[in-house]
């Protein structure tokens, strides 16, 4: 799969150049044109797919598996104490480019790149929103049963959503 305009894309198939780190059948690793850091590198799966809501689940462990080999290369590479593993994911998370991809930024101490600031729930917020997330997850577990799924078999039990959710109230 391939989208005409996008630039990932046209790194993919080589219509556009750019500093490769790692290449494998489902995964491309190479600098980021506007390094944080340098070595700031972005994972991207070779077919197109918008962001994380869109990735294909075997293909989402291609890319965390890529992310633990790539993030090792990187700290060993250059030495660097630390690394923030981040996805932007839709306009309102701050993706520009709309081809998954998973920034690897490796940080010195001190190095000055500010991160968010965290802020506070009001009393019983969290249960709330922890109520939303459980419930929706009960939905995803009809659409993908936890007991077995293309990239084998997952944990059951106290994993459940359901167990989660019945401990919230
Ligand atoms: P986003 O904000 O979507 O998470 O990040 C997109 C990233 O892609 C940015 O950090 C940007 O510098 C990088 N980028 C955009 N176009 C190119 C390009 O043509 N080549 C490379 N190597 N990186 C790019
Ligand atoms: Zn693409």
Redesign the pocket.
């Known amino acids: 799969m391939n989208a005409t305009n996008c630039?990932f894309c046209k790194?993919i198939a080589d219509e556009?150049p750019?500093?490769k780190v790692y290449e494998n059948e489902h995964i491309l690793a190479?600098?980021?044109?506007?390094p944080i850091n340098p070595g700031h590198t972005?994972i991207i799966p070779k077919e197109h797919h918008e962001n994380m809501f869109e990735l294909p689940e075997a293909l989402t462990l291609e890319m965390m598996r890529a992310v633990k080999k790539i993030s090792h290369g990187i700290k060993d590479g250059l030495s660097e104490p630390g690394m923030n593993i981040i996805?932007?994911n839709g306009v309102a998370a701050?993706?520009?480019?709309f081809h998954a991809?998973i920034?690897l930024i490796p940080r010195k101490n001190g190095d000055g790149h500010a991160m968010w600031k965290g802020g506070k729930y009001s009393e019983g917020e969290a249960e709330k929103v922890a109520r939303a997330i459980i419930a929706a997850l009960e939905v995803e577990t009809e659409k993908v049963p936890l007991k077995e799924t293309s990239a084998g078999r997952r944990a059951e039990g106290s994993e459940s959503p359901a167990g989660l959710y019945a401990s919230l109230f």
């Open positions: 630039i790194i556009v750019a500093v190479f600098l980021d044109i506007t972005l996805m932007n701050g993706q520009t480019v991809h920034h």
